[in-house]
């Protein structure tokens, strides 16, 4: 037998030696280049430094400069900085509990010094002169230098061969580096930030200096991750239960491939965190296509009380104490920030960094053109007093009425479906009840849309139905069978009639009771079957209610198989074991309740699809000018279900761009 295997003979327990312990500490702690910077980084900015300087050589491998003009620490402790469980940031366990610094464990410099050669510079504003350390000899001798700190790191993983070999190649070291900093350059844009790299400057964002910090941080949030990003997401600042949120949450047909422009921070750490990404990514549902990964940099601020940072090494997971409340407060608020449709805005332009603002209505239009035309200020709107019931929108209930109302006959809630969408019924009647229309338009809305939020058209004129007062202006003709033109007071409107008519639709669908019923679901002749995991087969028990509910009948089989013997019978394509599986995985993520509501919304899409106008079916322009309309009334109107846009607006300028007029 081989000798490997043999048991070894046991060895007397002892204390390890402190190198040792750091080593292995620094396993946790040190995993390459980039986790020095962000110590490094953290540590300056827990001492108050107001600029930053990274420089790098090799990909950071070769050497780490980290240079501050914070604090400093004064020369009698500069020793006991490189100690072990040693720091200034918390002295009991009740600081622990409401830490505010970025460190508190008091080992990342001991850990680093334990792989790499590392020395300390350090001068605070009241001593005459600063003091060098070298991690290896120890002793203590005057060097030059102003006020603050640099920390020095040659040579990582020197010592630690194994380690060394599982670096990347320089510039991946290096992009992780820089990711590093701008996660810090993002939390914190009073502060300045350059990094070097081989002595040249790869980055740097200037302090921002504004009395206000959130238009700071908008100037951050556009200098380190570019006028795109900033171009295709809306503001959000919400305090909902727990949690103050602000940040930027990406348009939906913005959306990428990968998840490489998520920023989630909390209480000013970038963290990354499955509860809060998958609230996010949840709030995306009904406008974003399967993989497709949203951008956003939010921030969360929760009472320090309320969520424990010291869960990971390297503290880049939290725990929330009440998850759900997170969860909720986040998705709730990421969702209404996208449901301010841009239909339902005014176009202005004077917006502050000329970006738009969702709470306010300044979104700007990105034009069909590429150009950025400024836009002239507009009047505010307002809903008008319900337009005036003219005969042609009686011909739009046609294209409303029968297909929503019969559209559930296919095994849905025939009975509770309503029978005319409740925007149209204001039309329809007439009503020149402002009750009446609002109500209508709450409906549509959902719970917490302030009509604030909504339009507005000055109360001495209330527009016809076919104003250019109106956000998306009047319609004017109806080309390729598909797409109806406006007129607004910016220029052209293009709406693709039948990607805007299924938003609206679903959005009805949505709001109508006919989403509380128990989702119909079919038998299966022959149940599928999947291989499961042991969390899939505990959750398909305990949540086997849930899953009916959705239509599914889902049981384990055996002590890694599950078999589905029914599936919803509004999916009659959907690839069950696909779906089985992530219903299971959101269950056991977020809970029964959440998860029914999704599905919920799957199965209402497929049905709005069903039900909305289809292409080349002739317009009226009194029914044009309705579709219009209720796009202005409802919520996302600005992309359909699978996350196209509806409308395009062209303006003039675009337009005299084209045929290079005024130049
Ligand atoms: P922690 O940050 O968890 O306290 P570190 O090992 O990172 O642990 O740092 C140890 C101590 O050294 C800190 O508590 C702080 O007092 C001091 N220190 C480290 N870097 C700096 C710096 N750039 N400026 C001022 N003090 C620093
Ligand atoms: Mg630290």
Redesign the pocket.
């Known amino acids: 037998m081989n000798a490997v295997l043999s048991a070894p003979a046991r060895r007397p327990i002892r204390a390890l030696p402190d190198e040792l312990v750091s080593q292995i500490a620094a396993g946790e702690v040190v995993e390459r280049p980039a986790s020095v910077v962000r110590?490094?980084v953290?540590?300056?900015l827990?001492?108050q430094?107001t600029q930053v300087t990274v420089r790098l050589a090799g990909g950071g491998v070769r050497s780490i400069v980290?240079e501050?003009d914070?604090?400093?620490?004064p020369a009698d402790?500069l020793a006991?900085?490189?100690?072990?469980h040693?720091?200034?940031?918390?002295a009991s366990l009740s600081d622990l509990e409401s830490v505010a610094?970025?460190?508190?464990?008091?080992?990342?410099?001991?850990?680093?010094a334990s792989v790499a050669d590392l020395s300390?510079t350090?001068r605070p504003a009241s001593a005459g002169h600063a003091m060098r350390v070298d991690a290896r000899g120890g002793e203590l001798q005057p060097a030059a230098r102003a006020p603050?700190?640099?920390?020095e790191v040659h040579e990582l993983f020197f010592n630690t061969p194994a380690r060394r070999k599982f670096l990347k190649s320089e510039a991946t070291e290096l992009a992780h580096a820089l990711d590093a900093v701008r996660r810090h350059a993002l939390a914190r844009p009073d502060v300045g930030f350059a990094v070097w790299h081989d002595g040249r400057l790869v980055a740097q964002w200037r302090a921002v200096r504004t009395p206000l910090l959130d238009d700071a941080g908008v100037q951050r949030l556009g200098d380190v991750l570019g006028a795109e990003f900033m171009a295709t997401s809306r503001t959000l600042a919400a305090v909902r239960g727990p949690l103050a949120l602000h940040g930027r949450v990406g348009r939906p047909e913005a959306a990428r491939s990968r998840a490489d422009q998520q920023y989630l921070f909390v209480n000013g750490r970038y963290v990354r965190d499955r509860l809060v990404a998958h609230a996010v990514r949840s709030a995306y549902d009904d406008q974003l296509h399967g993989s497709r990964q949203p951008a956003y940099a939010l921030f969360l601020q929760i009472a320090p009380e309320l969520v424990d940072v010291n869960v990971h090494p390297t503290k880049i997971e939290v725990r929330f104490r009440d998850g759900r409340a997170v969860h909720g407060a986040v998705q709730a608020a990421v969702q209404e920030a996208l449901a301010v449709s841009r239909a339902t805005q005014p176009q202005a332009g004077a917006a502050p960094h000329g970006e738009g603002r969702a709470s306010t209505g300044l979104e700007p239009q990105q034009s069909v053109l590429g150009l950025f035309a400024a836009r002239e200020p507009s009047p505010r709107w307002d809903r008008p007093a319900a337009a005036a019931g003219s005969g042609g929108l009686a011909a739009w209930s046609a294209l409303y009425g029968p297909s929503t109302a019969t559209e559930p006959s296919r095994g849905w809630q025939a009975a509770d479906a309503p029978n005319a969408p409740a925007g149209l019924d204001a039309h329809l009647h007439g009503s020149s009840d402002i009750g009446a229309d609002a109500d209508a338009a709450g409906r549509t809305l959902g719970s917490e849309s302030p009509a604030s939020l909504r339009g507005r058209v000055p109360a001495d004129h209330p527009p016809g139905p076919e104003s250019i007062e109106w956000p998306l202006g009047r319609a004017v003709a109806q080309i390729g069978g598909v797409y109806v033109l406006a007129e607004n007071h910016a220029g052209l409107v293009i709406v693709d009639m039948h990607a805007a008519h299924e938003r609206i639709v679903y959005e009805r669908l949505k709001a109508s009771g006919a989403a509380q019923q128990r989702l119909p679901s079919q038998p299966l002749l022959v149940p599928v079957t999947l291989a499961a995991t042991p969390t899939e087969l505990a959750t398909a028990e305990a949540e086997r209610e849930a899953l009916l509910h959705m239509g599914l009948d889902v049981a384990p089989l055996s002590a890694t198989s599950l078999a589905v013997r029914s599936r919803p019978a509004a999916l009659p394509d959907a690839d069950l074991a696909e779906l089985t599986r992530s219903v299971l995985a959101e269950l056991q993520a977020v809970g029964s309740s959440r998860v029914v509501q999704r599905s919920r919304d799957a199965l209402l899409a497929t049905m709005a699809c069903h039900g909305a106008v289809r292409a080349n079916r002739r317009l009226t322009l009194a029914e044009m000018n309705a579709l219009l309309r209720d796009m202005e009334a409802t919520d996302r109107a600005d992309q359909c279900n699978h996350g196209r846009p509806t409308w395009r607006q062209v303006t003039i300028k675009d337009l005299d761009a084209l045929f290079l007029r005024g130049r």
């Open positions: 110590e490094l953290d540590n300056a827990d001492a430094a980290v501050d914070g604090a400093g620490i402790e006991l900085a490189l100690r072990r040693a720091t200034s940031k918390i610094t970025m460190g508190f464990r008091g080992e990342a410099l001991a850990a680093i300390l350090s603050g700190t640099t920390v």
